[in-house]
């Protein structure tokens, strides 16, 4: 597709839903060897979806589920009953050929019900209700084992892995020791060792910074890790990267420390009022930050000099992928309300940054110019799909979904939460997180976050 072309998106299996963008859709999957290895996918998705006679996921026809795991159910470790509200994830090959290891986070603030159980030697805050639990599961997607990867964290929302084989775990809170019953302070990054010889240490990487975090992205050749604040209230948040002093990484790399800086685009203090897709600036800039650990004053807010940075709302997904055979990082903006601070309004924008250029591009961006809604309220949570295409988690009102995006461009429903539809007063209760793909491309993880279950999904993915 050009740079300017403009479409709306519908499907059969979403009646009344579209979502209005604009910008190459192919800037998605750049760079990704497991988006290229598979045919592009139908047009049409899968066909409409079917509902659960057990009330729990519809699908289309075709395809199954499995239930791995739901909250208040015992782990096998013994450890404790499985925690609520799961979020971010990630499905890495497990210690034997075939298994996987799905690390998932659990945003749970200090008044959750179901807390992750704080487990000797890996609990950084007594107090602190949220943290990462691991499954390990067979080729056939059987729960072998089911364990706590760190305990006493709080609001536990996204991370990333790292090249090494770890999960970064991300804390979206600031909440200092003394708040909300805290013994620690709490807005960090947390490393989780998954394979032998990775001991989970539960102390911080305070070098990285203490703010909202949402997700992280490593630059694999050069060591830089890229992060996104969720910051809730105007000024809204900033995006970083870390220099770390171990370049090279490995396992506890992180710990020996870095430099924490901010990006500043010239001229543009908020990201929400670029609209045009391929719009690019260069000469993007990278601010030290005056104090990560914000003693003081929220980063954001800190003292940056002549210019400042540039800010933008719901800075949330991250990976890293390729521009053109050179390396780029890929950041959402779920949406931007110009009722809330914004300097304008969309319902999504996805951006890319060329290190090697300093160049920054808005890649795709998500209405409103055309008067079209979002299914729910905006994308959220979004992965690779095996035929091509992305898939997205809907984190919004009502009925809540996963859907397909294809790489030509249509959107059809995968899935649909049949548990619950959310309500006026909890909306979020019913959203997706975390849909990730195991390592063979052969079955799709997704977490329902209320109640919380983690699902396993199998069928002609490459159709």
């Not at 729960?143 to 609001?155: K, N």
């Not at 000469?283 to 929220?298: C, H, I, N, Q, S």
Request: proline fraction near 8%; charged fraction near 20%; glycine fraction near 14%.
């Amino acid at each position: 597709m050009s740079a300017t072309r403009r479409r709306i998106l519908g499907s059969a299996a979403a009646v009344g839903a579209g979502i209005a963008f604009a910008g190459s859709l192919s800037e998605l999957f750049a760079g990704k060897d497991a988006a290229h290895a598979a045919p592009a996918g139908g047009r049409d998705g899968y066909g409409p979806l079917v509902p659960d006679p057990d009330g729990l996921l519809d699908l289309p026809k075709g395809f199954r589920y499995r239930v791995l795991s739901r909250e208040g159910e015992p782990m096998l470790s013994g450890q404790g009953p499985v925690p609520g509200n799961h979020d971010g994830m990630t499905a890495l090959p497990g210690p034997r050929p075939g298994h996987v290891q799905l690390v998932r986070n659990h945003e749970n603030r200090h008044n959750a019900p179901r807390r992750v159980p704080a487990v000797r030697g890996l609990t950084y805050d007594p107090q602190g209700m949220g943290g990462c639990t691991v499954l390990e599961l067979s080729g056939s997607d059987r729960v072998l084992d089911e364990r706590v990867g760190i305990a006493g964290t709080a609001v536990n929302c996204a991370g990333g892995p790292t090249p090494w084989g770890t999960w970064l775990t991300c804390e979206e809170t600031e909440d200092k020791a003394g708040t909300n019953g805290y013994t620690r302070d709490h807005g960090f990054i947390f490393e989780v060792g998954l394979r032998p010889g990775h001991r989970t240490v539960p102390e911080p990487l305070t070098a990285m910074g203490r703010f909202q975090h949402e997700a992280i992205a490593v630059d694999p050749r050069e060591g830089v890790v890229y992060e996104t604040e969720d910051a809730f209230d105007h000024p809204f948040g900033l995006f970083y990267r870390f220099l770390p002093h171990r370049p090279r990484g490995g396992f506890d790399s992180l710990r020996a420390g870095g430099r924490l800086e901010a990006m500043r685009v010239p001229g543009v203090p908020d990201l929400s009022a670029v609209t045009e897709p391929g719009a690019h600036f260069d000469g993007v800039e990278w601010l030290p930050v005056p104090d990560p650990l914000a003693k003081r004053t929220p980063i954001r807010l800190q003292d940056f000099g002549r210019g400042g940075v540039t800010h933008a709302q719901k800075l949330e997904g991250c990976y890293w992928g390729s521009h053109r055979g050179e390396g780029a990082v890929y950041f959402v903006s779920s949406y931007a309300r110009s009722s809330e601070g914004s300097a304008a309004d969309h319902f999504g924008q996805v951006w890319r940054y060329e290190p090697g250029r300093r160049r920054l591009t808005l890649a795709v961006i998500f209405g409103p110019d055309t008067g079209v809604d979002t299914p729910g309220e905006s994308p959220d949570n979004i992965c690779l799909a095996p035929g091509g295409g992305l898939m997205v988690c809907e984190d919004g009102g009502g009925a809540q979904h996963v859907y397909g995006l294809t790489r030509h461009g249509e959107i059809y429903a995968l899935a649909r939460n049949a548990q619950n539809t959310g309500t006026a007063r909890e909306p979020e209760y019913g959203e997706f997180a975390g849909v990730t793909f195991s390592p063979d491309r052969r079955t799709m993880y997704v977490n329902c976050y209320e109640p919380g279950t983690t699902f396993a999904v199998t069928g002609p993915w490459r159709h």
